[in-house]
């Protein structure tokens, strides 16, 4: 499967805003080590666990390599994605389910 036919199948899954390409990709640093743009063909923002599952299910049965965006605060530059990759990010995925405040702890999900 042609990786723009894997991103059309998961934009129907992730909806509008869920799927970046193009210039809205290449508008995003590849890291903070770098000033390079981001060069992945498209960067895939789900807003549940269920949309990640399905996402990478897609990904992992097309062969489609798959880079994980998370803080991109790493130093071993993990995030760098080339141009027949697909970049994961969790920002959407930004919300605070419970505070704790007796066990100063807090349940978030990832891209809080």
Same mark, same amino acid.
């Given at each position: 499967?042609? =990786?723009? $036919?894997i #991103?059309?199948?998961?934009?129907?899954?992730?909806?509008?805003?869920?799927?970046? =390409?193009? $210039? %809205?990709?290449?508008?995003?640093?590849?890291?903070?080590? =770098?000033?390079?743009?981001?060069?992945?063909? !498209?960067? @895939?923002?789900?807003?549940? &666990? *269920? +949309?990640?599952? *399905?996402?990478?299910? #897609?990904?992992?049965?097309?062969?489609?390599?798959?880079?994980?965006?998370g803080?991109? &605060?790493?130093?071993? +530059?993990?995030?760098l994605?080339? +141009?027949? *990759? #697909? !970049?994961?990010?969790? +920002? @959407?995925?930004? =919300? #605070?389910?419970?505070? %704790?405040? $007796?066990?100063? &702890?807090?349940?978030?999900?990832?891209?809080?």
């Amino acid at each position: 499967m042609a =990786t723009a $036919d894997i #991103i059309s199948e998961i934009q129907a899954i992730l909806g509008p805003g869920g799927v970046l =390409t193009g $210039d %809205d990709v290449r508008s995003r640093s590849a890291g903070w080590l =770098t000033r390079e743009p981001l060069r992945a063909a !498209a960067l @895939l923002r789900p807003r549940s &666990t *269920e +949309e990640v599952s *399905e996402v990478l299910r #897609i990904c992992q049965t097309a062969g489609q390599p798959v880079v994980p965006h998370g803080g991109l &605060t790493g130093l071993v +530059e993990g995030g760098l994605a080339l +141009e027949h *990759e #697909i !970049a994961l990010s969790l +920002e @959407l995925m930004n =919300t #605070i389910e419970q505070v %704790d405040a $007796d066990g100063l &702890t807090m349940t978030v999900e990832a891209g809080v």
